[in-house]
Structure formats: C-alpha cells, structure tokens
C-alpha cells in the first residue's frame, strides 16, 4: 500500500496527473480494512482533483466528496480538513470553509517549535485559504510559521516563496528581498525553489528600480527553467510540469532575456500543461451533444463573445469599455450612412451583437460588485454572462446557444486566464480570435508535426507560405507590424490579422485631460504611467536617451504604492541582509531611480512622481 503512495506521490510530482490517479485509487482499493491508509488515498485523490481542476465545479465535488470520506475514516486527519476547507471555498461554501478553518486555527496558538511535524502540509493549505479570502497578514503568518517549523525542507522553502509572492503583491519590497535571498543563498542546489526565489526577487528589484546584477540573475534563470522543460511537442511523453510552474510566458514577456523563440518554446510547454487534466480525467458532465447552425447568407450582425476575467477595477476592462464603446459608435455610423446614401464602403460593415463573459474568480466577487467598469461593461453588452463558476463542457454549450460567431479571448496566458474553455470550442462554426492582453502565441499547435514545422521556418529552412495555421484551439491573434516584427511571424500557431495602426484600443477621453495639464508646463514632460516594476532596465536607458537628446524634457512616473503590511514579521535574524537595503522604505524606489539617473549624467530633478487617481472617478 505505501508503495501505490508513493508511487502516486511522485507521477503527481512529476505531472503524470492520469497515472497518479490510477495509483492511488488501485491502492484505495486494495486497503481491506487499513482505515488509515485507505484515508490517506481519499485524501490524496481529492488533492489531485482539487488541485489540478479548480475551475471545474464537478470535479472540485468530486474532490470535496474524497475529502469527506478521509475525515469519516480518520476525523482527526487535519491535513484532510484544511483540503476539504479549500475545497469548499472553490465550490463558494465560504462559511462551511470558515467551519473548518476554526478546527485547524489552534494550530498558530502555540509556538513555532510546537507546530506538529504531521500538520505542516495543511498549515500550507491553511496559508492558501487564508490568501484568497484576503486574510493576508494571517496568511503571511502561517507561511512563516511553516518556514520555521519545516526548515530547510522543500516544503519549508515553498512555504517561503509563498510568503514572498505574497509579499511582493503588497509591494513589501524589503521583506520580501530578505526572504529571496536567504532562499539564494542557502538553497542553490534546489534547483526549483531556487528559481522561484530568484524570479521573486527579480520582481523586487524591478520594482524598487534596482538593477544591479539584473542581467546575470535574470539569464541564470532562464538556464534554470529551461533545464527544468522537456522538449516541447515531444511524442509519448508527460508535460513536465516543473518548468510552467516556474515561470508563465506573460511574466517570460516582461523579461527582454528571453527571446521571441524562448517565449514560444515556454508557451508550448504551458499550453499542454494547463490543459492536459482536462483531456485525460474526464469530468461526469463532459461529454455533450453538438448542435450545428449555419449564418443565413443575408446576415450583416455578428455575435461576438468577449472572453475576459478582467472585468473589474483593471486597465483591461477600461479598454475593453472602449472597444464596446465603438462598436456602439460603428453602429450608429453604419445606420446614419445607410438611411442617407448607398455607400458601398458602410453598408459592407456589419452590425457587433456583443456580448460580455467574464470568468472573474470567485474569490474576487467583492471587487467585481463594487466595480463601476464592470456596471458599464453590463450596460454597453447586449449580454454579460458571469461565467466564474463555469466549467468546459457549460461553455461551450452558452456558444453554441448563442450562435456565437466570433468569441475574442481577452487573457491569453494571463494570471486567472482559463485556456480550458477554449478547449471546448470544437466546432468549425465559431472562430477564436485572441486580442489585448498577450500579445504572442498561444502555443496550442494542432499536432508535434506543425510545431517542428514552425521550427524549420523560423530557422529559415521552410517558406513561410508553406506553413499551416490555425490549430490548437485559436484561430487568429489580432496584432500590429510593431509588436511583431514580420520575421516573427513564423513563431504563431494562428493566423495574424495585422491592424492598421495600433494593437492597443485606448480610451482617448482620459488623454485629452492630461495633455492640457502638460501643455501648461514650461518644460516637455515625457510620462510613463505604468506601474514601476514594468520600467526595467531596457525601458530606463531609452527614457535616460531621450532625456539627454531633448535637454529641457522631464521625465514623469507613477508614485510607488505603499505596502498595506506595514509590521515585520520576519524574526528570525538569518533572513537580515545588508544586500537589501535598496528595497527599504516607501522611498527606496526614488532614490534607487535618481541614483541611477545621476550615474547617467542626467540630473536627478528631471524626473517627477505623479500622484495615483482613484481609477474608478
């Protein structure tokens, strides 16, 4: 029996999540009357449904119902209470998880040395929940704790890099540098923690406006994370999950180290990683019937489907209220240009029924409910679809109901994006275009045949006219000649459809107003107001060259956020390090910003740091 475990326990590490499965329920069923091993496989299932299919409602019952039957065998496994706990949060029973959270919060009443070695897995679960019901401080608690209590164990160390994301995120940028490089230095041989740590810490100093030996940390990890990738499109083998787990191609995009082949090899290996649950454990509701419809051919209306989970107070959903905006615009224009004249141009133009589908989290309903973005996004739709609970089969059946011919996936590989409802779009009839958020390929190649193809034509070994497109899920990336460069081309998996001017839709109404409060300046000011973890070293020497090419200009950015932590809680001294002193303090990212422009010989009054606005006044 402890042989199917361990056997389970690592083809799950390993992400053969199908013959994990298989192992531990051949070993659930060869336990007789062993109640505590058969506990054990109940619980260990229900983690695998649990973890890997968190937008699937039947399979996170599936999980739930495991759960259960570990705590009816064993009512004092607390490692199964803290993952029913989180199932029951991804199922929306909040008070039922809060339930049973209270029976594991003893847990922090006592010291870090009483913490019992047999719980450390659920105080991590514990840390989880306590994140996503927005309980940071208690989570941030509980990852410490188990930092001490673990030690140098892997667990220990991903209990760290838990605290340091969460900490980044709070932009408690000197708590986290500390974490990180304790994690550097004392665990180089760990090869994943270690990325993770360097990733983070990468983050800190992209943030604090640090960047001292950025460009050896950063191609340092990259190595690493290749080496952690099996060969994408390889025939008979698992995704190996460690890779994907490191890094996501969104966050490989904000990183000029990697390459445009670099991002496509990472995206490949994520794409099969992040859809493979759902091909190879089927859920109880998945397999449907298809319905078919055709458009009449006298049809001028399109309904088009947009796919986001950024409906809310995010910069995503202020573009996307523009692009709604014009199609309302288009429509009127259309309208007015038919009633007074034959024009052959308008009249080809046809009419945008759109209609909204947010797959917003669950765990992020009180930001949605307050959003007056996502109120306008209601209004402006001719339809809006929560779609947060929503599992593949569900979606692809809302599509086919509302004869959808066009559904734009607005995420791509973004953070809460779910490429598993794509997965569900297997009729000709409706065309996936992706647009906004990811401007790059989604990796889904149909087969290995057309992924070595891409190879030999990036290389310059195939005509690029010889290529196939269009497989893998998404058919087309709407894009300009600017963001891709004609020789990258090659490196999609879809068709591009090229625009005119510019990628990026804007809503203008907000340009208007900061233009005429520059023009009153005496000076040409020049504005960055993205967040200053996207000012990195690439973007700062081009902003430094154009201040020294236009001697009067000045630089504007975005004040640096203030950390909402404001308590230390790290008191171990090992985690104290000189090496982190750039990051401490609100101010720490100015002064690191005007030191690096006076090593620049550019005076360090040029830049200014603008006030954030309430986003949604």
């Not at 968190?54 to 065998?73: C, G, M, T, V, Y």
């Not at 199932?87 to 909040?94: D, E, F, H, I």
């Not at 994520?270 to 055709?294: C, E, F, K, R």
Request: glycine share 4%.
């Amino acid at each position: 029996l402890q042989a199917y475990n361990n056997l389970g326990i690592v083809l799950n590490r390993l992400g053969r999540i199908a013959e994990a499965h298989v192992a531990w329920t051949r070993g659930a069923e060869q336990t007789g009357k062993d109640r505590h091993m058969k506990s054990i496989f109940e619980n260990n299932l229900g983690f695998l449904l649990q973890r890997h299919y968190k937008d699937s409602i039947p399979h996170q019952q599936q999980a739930l119902s495991h759960f259960e039957n570990a705590l009816r065998l064993d009512p004092n496994y607390t490692d199964a209470r803290a993952n029913r706990a989180l199932a029951l949060l991804n199922l929306g029973r909040v008070r039922d998880a809060l339930t049973d959270i209270d029976h594991i919060r003893p847990i922090l009443n006592g010291s870090m040395e009483s913490v019992p070695v047999s719980v450390v897995s659920a105080l991590m679960t514990l840390g989880n929940i306590q994140f996503a019901l927005g309980q940071k401080s208690e989570s941030l608690r509980s990852f410490l704790l188990l930092v001490q209590t673990a030690g140098h164990t892997q667990t220990g160390l991903q209990a760290l890099n838990n605290a340091a994301k969460l900490l980044l995120q709070e932009d408690e940028l000197h708590q986290t540098c500390l974490l990180t490089m304790w994690a550097m230095r004392n665990h180089h041989a760990d090869r994943e923690n270690f990325v993770l740590a360097t990733l983070t810490n990468l983050g800190v100093r992209r943030r604090a406006c640090y960047w001292h030996n950025w460009d050896v940390l950063a191609r340092e990890a990259k190595e690493l994370v290749f080496m952690a990738l099996r060969p994408p499109g390889a025939e008979n083998q698992s995704v190996a999950s460690v890779g994907t787990r490191l890094l996501a191609p969104f966050d490989a995009l904000l990183m000029p180290v990697f390459g445009a082949w670099d991002i496509l090899r990472l995206t490949v290996q994520y794409q099969q990683s992040m859809l493979q649950p759902y091909v190879l454990i089927a859920s109880p509701d998945q397999t449907q019937s298809l319905d078919t419809w055709q458009l009449q051919a006298n049809s001028t209306t399109l309904q088009v489907g947009y796919l986001s989970a950024d409906f809310r107070t995010h910069v995503m959903c202020y573009l996307t209220r523009s692009l709604l905006r014009q199609h309302q615009l288009s429509a009127l224009l259309k309208h007015k240009a038919e009633g007074a004249t034959h024009n052959r141009r308008s009249l080809a133009l046809p009419a945008i029924n759109a209609l909204a589908l947010a797959v917003n989290r669950p765990s992020r309903d009180s930001v949605n409910n307050s959003s007056s973005c996502r109120d306008d996004i209601r209004q402006l739709a001719a339809e809006f679809h929560d779609l947060s609970r929503v599992e593949p089969a569900e979606f692809g059946r809302l599509v086919r109901q509302r004869r959808l011919d066009v559904v734009v996936d607005l995420m791509g590989h973004t953070t809460a994006a779910r490429r598993d409802l794509l997965s569900s779009l297997i009729s000709p009839r409706t065309i996936v275009v992706q647009y906004l958020a990811y401007p790059a390929s989604s990796g889904a190649f149909p087969n290995r045949y057309e992924y070595l193809r891409m190879q030999e034509a990036f290389a310059g070994r195939t005509a690029l006219k010889d290529l196939s497109a269009g497989g893998g899920g998404v058919d087309y990336v709407m894009i300009d000649k600017h963001v891709v460069p004609p020789e990258h081309s090659p490196l999609f998996s879809e068709k591009l459809m090229l625009l005119p001017e510019s990628y990026q839709i804007n809503d203008h109404s907000f340009k208007g107003q900061r233009c005429r409060k520059v023009a009153t300046e005496s000076k040409l000011s020049v504005c960055n107001l993205n967040k200053l973890e996207k000012l990195g070293p690439e973007s700062y020497r081009t902003w430094m060259n154009i201040l020294r090419r236009i001697p009067n200009a000045r630089l504007q950015l975005l004040e640096p956020p203030f950390s909402s932590i404001t308590e230390s809680q790290l008191s171990n001294s090992d985690f104290h390090s000189d090496e982190c002193d750039f990051a401490s303090g609100h101010v720490g990212p100015k002064n690191n910003l005007r030191l690096e422009m006076a090593a620049a010989g550019i005076a360090r009054d040029r830049v200014q740091f603008l006030p954030r606005a309430d986003r949604e006044t």
